[in-house]
């Protein structure tokens, strides 16, 4: 029986969109618990997964098989691997954003606030930025931008005056320090909602997550075969306006632009108009899958 961490997001949904053929080669760019890469390599034959993840944690996952190719890499750089494998294009890619359950669940990484643990927040564990130092050394207006941007945070004015007041009496470095300084800002009603906003927006900044993003998408567009498919999970609003954007446009403005007859001008068609989500049952049974958005589009 698999693991919680090894529980895939929307698989059947997934699996069907990726339109995967048996000598395909794919590119799972969030390997994660391995679940997804496991349901893409029953649908393979003679094909190459080549599966992304920057975390030392998911290459503990990797299982053998000598169809998978693991690169324990940021996906931002999945244009320069796949040409280490001498690949210059691929059938399929897909990504399943944002952090994984195990991570939420493991105190020390400091990815959520349900548990005392060290501020940290980095998915590469070799990075050297991480959450505290975000927190102890940005400015007042950068962190106004952080939790602005990344946070969509109203009163975040108020919340950086109670983190520099905080500060300047002892450096901030574990979760339950900033959750009781959040905590005084936030509305009563929405209480773990305004908290998650507070850790979502230090660990985009943390890990770079837009950029990153954008850099991914750019490149799985390049890296695509014509009628290749690209199917990416999300999870909040910032990643899936940019992935609905290039996907719609094939810029992250959304700005449409049209040819002389008046077609619409972008690399992909999409495949499923409305954006998929899961049914009752599975976000019963996976609790993760309950702001999950889909989205297949096919390479023109």
Same mark, same amino acid.
């Given at each position: 029986m698999l693991q919680h961490y090894h529980i895939p997001v929307l698989p059947e949904q997934s699996i069907s969109g990726l339109n995967i053929r048996p000598g395909d080669d794919v590119v799972d760019a969030t390997f994660g618990g391995g679940g997804h890469s496991r349901l893409i390599l029953q649908a393979l034959r003679t094909g190459r997964l080549f599966a992304f993840?920057?975390?030392?944690?998911?290459?503990?996952?990797?299982?053998?098989?000598?169809?998978?190719?693991? !690169?324990?890499?940021?996906?931002? #750089?999945?244009?320069?691997?796949?040409?280490? #494998?001498?690949?210059?294009?691929?059938?399929?890619?897909?990504?399943?954003?944002?952090?994984?359950?195990?991570?939420?669940?493991?105190?020390?990484?400091?990815?959520?606030?349900?548990?005392?643990?060290?501020?940290?927040?980095?998915?590469?564990?070799?990075?050297?930025?991480?959450?505290? %130092?975000?927190?102890?050394? #940005?400015?007042?207006?950068? %962190?106004?931008?952080?939790?602005?941007? #990344?946070?969509?945070?109203?009163?975040?004015?108020? %919340?950086?005056?109670? !983190?520099?007041?905080?500060?300047?009496?002892?450096?901030?470095?574990?979760?339950?320090?900033?959750?009781?300084?959040?905590?005084?800002?936030?509305?009563?009603?929405?209480e773990n909602k305004y908290l998650a906003q507070v850790f979502q927006a230090l660990r985009i900044e943390v890990n770079d997550e837009m950029d990153a993003l954008k850099e991914f998408l750019v490149a799985s567009l390049d890296v695509l075969r014509k009628g290749g498919r690209l199917v990416v999970i999300t999870y909040h609003s910032l990643e899936d306006r940019l992935c609905k954007n290039f996907i719609k446009a094939g810029n992250f403005e959304g700005k449409v632009e049209k040819d002389f007859y008046g077609n619409v001008s972008s690399p992909f068609r999409m495949v499923n108009r409305k954006v998929i989500t899961p049914d009752e049952k599975e976000m019963e049974s996976n609790t993760r899958s309950r702001s999950a958005k889909l989205r297949i589009a096919e390479k023109i």
């Open positions: 993840d920057q975390d030392e944690d998911a290459a503990g996952n990797v299982f053998k098989d000598k169809r998978l190719f693991f !690169i324990r890499h940021n996906f931002r #750089y999945l244009k320069n691997f796949l040409r280490f #494998y001498e690949v210059e294009s691929v059938d399929s890619v897909f990504a399943d954003l944002g952090v994984s359950s195990h991570d939420f669940d493991i105190p020390e990484r400091g990815f959520s606030f349900r548990f005392e643990g060290e501020l940290d927040m980095r998915m590469n564990q070799d990075a050297t930025k991480n959450a505290a %130092l975000v927190v102890n050394e #940005y400015s007042e207006e950068q %962190l106004l931008s952080v939790f602005r941007l #990344y946070g969509e945070i109203k009163n975040a004015p108020r %919340l950086v005056a109670g !983190i520099v007041k905080e500060r300047n009496l002892g450096k901030i470095t574990t979760t339950t320090q900033l959750k009781e300084v959040a905590v005084k800002c936030a509305p009563k009603a929405t």
